[in-house]
């Protein structure tokens, strides 16, 4: 991640777009993000849809999440402000 960061930096890239590997990003979304017009940042949020998750990824999500969430509050002591 950080040598395409660097590469797009080096190269005069104007946009940088990043997906997870596991499927569950589409890149078919992709227009939308940049339709966001000329923010400095743009985060995309996917719903966490139980149904269509196997029953391991949702456990795995979720308590991963829990636990991420209370470290960060916890070393921090500081609520999180981010998307997810």
Known sequence: MRAGLEYAQAGGFTHVLTLDGDGQHLPEDIPALLDAGAADLVIGAR??????????????NTMGSKVASWLVVARSATARADSG
């Open 47 to 60: 719903g966490f849809d139980r149904a269509g998750m196997p029953r391991s990824r949702y456990f795995s």
